[in-house]
């Protein structure tokens, strides 16, 4: 299904053009799986929204909101500004984040900011770096256990019905792409065993556990036992899903 439809606001807000360009953005984030094209994705978000700077995170949450500190893919945001938040951690009072992670709607910063009466000091810093407007949205993933977090900010994004649109159709799309990229780091730094590697191939491969058992010389039992221990190594749930996460870490080759 396309990201609108006939009765969507975007066809109201959005030209033809706009909204063809924003249903290849879509299209392109399908096949996105790597931190590189997830940044040639929202870098390609300006031609759409006037932002300056642009961030991406990924976190593990619970009831409370982010657990963990959560993983960034910066974009365009200022290197220095970036360094000087983490290393106040600022994350653990910015209510920009804490919005995002408990209640994963679209926010404008200075409305939260007024919800919220962040430190002075916070809000100052901020600005000093081009950091004066923006918006922020995110998705929980359908486990409930991640969430992720966009961010854009420029001086001329102003509060707009059009740029809110947009932001809440590429939103749940750059979601997945975040998502597909943890998998693949997960299963990188996954270590499976020789014959786990074996059996997951033999599995590509389109043969049965019976079939894998002849070919390896060892129980169904045993074949099962491989199988179930890289799905738990690579956090998947099937046979098939732990096949293309080994693939995407490079740990196995059809």
Known sequence: MPPYSSDSKLTRLLSKH??????????ESLGCNTKEG??????????LIPFDYALCGFAKVDE???????????ISYPDKWLEHYFSKEYFKFDPV?????????IQYWQDTYESYGPPNEFVSEAEDFGLLKGYTHGVRSLSGEKGSLL?????????????????E???PHLHQCYSRISQSEGAKAARLSSREKEVLK??????????????????ERT?????????????AVSRSHAVALAIEGGLIEL
């Open 97 to 105: 984040v804490k919005e995002n992670f408990t209640k994963f709607k």
């Open 169 to 171: 159709v590429i939103s």
């Open 38 to 47: 997830l940044k040639d994705l929202v870098d390609s978000l300006q031609y």
């Open 223 to 235: 074949v099962k036992f491989h199988v179930n221990n890289a799905k738990v190594k690579l956090n």
């Open 151 to 167: 961010s854009l900010s420029g001086k001329h994004l102003e509060r707009d019905e059009r740029t809110e649109a947009i932001i």
């Open 64 to 74: 409370k909101g982010m657990s963990a500190t959560f993983d960034t893919t910066n």
């Open 202 to 219: 033999w599995v590509g491969e389109g043969k049965s556990t019976w079939d894998i058992s002849k070919i390896l010389c060892i129980s």
């Open 18 to 27: 706009d909204a063809v360009f924003l249903l290849e953005l879509v299209q």
